[in-house]
């Protein structure tokens, strides 16, 4: 059976596996209690994990197949409206929670065997934990304000987000390599892929709206373990200088030292923060898991953006829904696992010897033998093949402009990425590029709604 046909058959097991009343029969929620035990069902960054990566043929098949489904759901006037005004949770009641329940059969996370009961119980609380999951949300079964406003996107910009996406995904839906890397920005998450299926995932930090993550094609090409981190220069304008005027102490306290032109160290007080007298200076901070910005791995990913994937000294971050909050690094979590896979090839390069490396402190850089494809990309919705739609905000507000353009498909010189192979043809046309207007009235590709990010020292973004 072919992959579109298997990705078909998944698809549509996955529709009757929601919606048991329109496939003649089931228990929903008791295949849902089946399907949360496959998670840690505490954790509220529990999420659907499918071994089929975002970036396959397969991926695009599903999406196909629910574009067909949506598309039906927008033809037969889409979902009701929850009124908003209250945080809905188990043992609620009222109207509300009625259209919550219209609204959730209709996208099929409750059956319509659950009923039209005006009491917010058990199943209903089961489907809004459903409707987090493959939205990318925190799986309490409350309707929040962020719960409250997915379910408020209406069905045609839903539909419109595949459409939009399925373009996207046929661009790399070709042979990607036997091994790489795909970090899916809007999803704020990290994959590794081997053999064509996930071998590992990787919850992960990504570009803030006014410093955004690039999308782009690279290599991974080196580990350096316990790195130093030069501040960029944006970073000693925007932050740097405004933490010391508030507290002289800062640089000290997070092992930050000043070096001028010439190598020399620069102690803090003889600078003028009042002025921009430290943006001639040289900012390092020292090599440490406790401070270091950079956690205690770099993954070295060459490109002209001067961006990189690390570790963090803030793990918190990754307990968080929101984790758009770098300066257009990616932050992995699980990093050293991470490593473990991307030195797979190198001869002694174990997880133990990983972790005695970052054990001892001291500066190591190892070449990934051979290089890893790493593709970072705006993918804000999919479909897997066992029948889950998912769904990401649009984080950077470009889900407007249509497609990838073609510069987002070009790699830097010198990178020899694989470049995707050409797809075949999809039955459903989908929608062209779109032109945006960048204010000049010259329309301007998707690529160049994104700012550059600013060229600085080595291991300057974070």
Not at 10 to 32: E, H, K, M, R
Not at 397 to 406: P, T
Not at 438 to 457: F, L, R, T, W, Y
């Amino acid at each position: 059976m072919s992959g579109a046909a298997l990705a078909a058959a998944g698809i549509a097991a996955g529709l009757a596996f929601v919606q048991p009343a329109l496939a003649g029969g089931g228990n929903l929620f008791a295949d849902q209690a089946e399907w949360a035990q496959s998670y840690d069902a505490d954790s509220h960054l529990a999420v659907t994990r499918s071994r089929t990566p975002v970036l396959s043929p397969a991926t695009f098949a599903a999406t196909e197949q629910a574009i067909a489904r949506y598309q039906q759901i927008v033809s037969k006037g889409g979902w009701v409206h929850v009124p908003a005004g209250r945080t809905l949770r188990l043992g609620s009641r009222g109207a509300a929670v009625v259209a919550l329940r219209k609204r959730l059969e209709v996208s099929g996370d409750l059956g319509a065997t659950a009923g039209i009961s005006p009491i917010f119980d058990s199943f209903v609380q089961a489907a809004v934990k459903h409707y987090q999951a493959r939205n990318g949300l925190m799986q309490s079964g409350v309707v929040n304000k962020d719960t409250m406003a997915a379910l408020d996107v209406p069905a045609d910009q839903r539909l419109r987000q595949l459409q939009v996406n399925l373009v996207r995904l046929r661009a790399y839906s070709g042979n990607l390599g036997e091994r790489f890397v795909v970090a899916n920005i809007p999803a704020a998450a990290v994959e590794t892929v081997e053999n064509g299926v996930v071998a590992t995932h990787h919850v992960a930090g990504v570009g803030r709206i006014d410093r955004q993550s690039p999308v782009m094609m690279t290599k991974a090409t080196e580990i350096n373990f316990n790195p130093y981190w030069t501040v960029p220069a944006s970073i000693i304008r925007k932050d740097l200088i405004p933490r010391m005027q508030k507290n002289p102490n800062y640089l000290t306290q997070n092992k930050i030292r000043i070096f001028d032109s010439k190598g020399q160290e620069v102690q803090p007080q003889d600078i003028n923060w009042n002025s921009m007298e430290a943006t001639h200076y040289r900012f390092r901070q020292d090599p440490g898991a406790d401070v270091n910005a950079l956690g205690v791995v770099r993954i070295d990913i060459p490109n002209p953006y001067g961006v990189y994937m690390h570790d963090t000294d803030e793990r918190g971050i990754f307990g968080d829904d929101y984790r758009y909050i770098s300066s257009g690094c990616i932050r992995v979590q699980d990093v050293r696992d991470y490593v473990a896979w991307l030195l797979k090839d190198n001869p002694g390069w174990d997880r133990a010897r990983i972790d005695q490396t970052i054990a001892s402190g001291q500066r190591v850089d190892v070449k990934i033998t051979p290089p890893v494809p790493v593709y970072w990309v705006y993918i804000t919705a999919w479909a897997t093949p066992d029948g889950l739609v998912e769904f990401r905000n649009d984080i950077y507000q470009r889900d407007g402009l249509g497609s990838v353009a073609a510069s987002d498909m070009t790699p830097p010189p010198g990178y020899n990425v694989p470049m995707p192979e050409a797809p075949k043809p999809a039955p459903q046309a989908a929608p062209q590029a779109e032109a945006v207007s960048m204010g000049s009235g010259a329309p301007a590709s998707a690529a160049s709604v994104m700012p550059p990010m600013e060229q600085n020292h080595q291991y300057g973004q974070y």
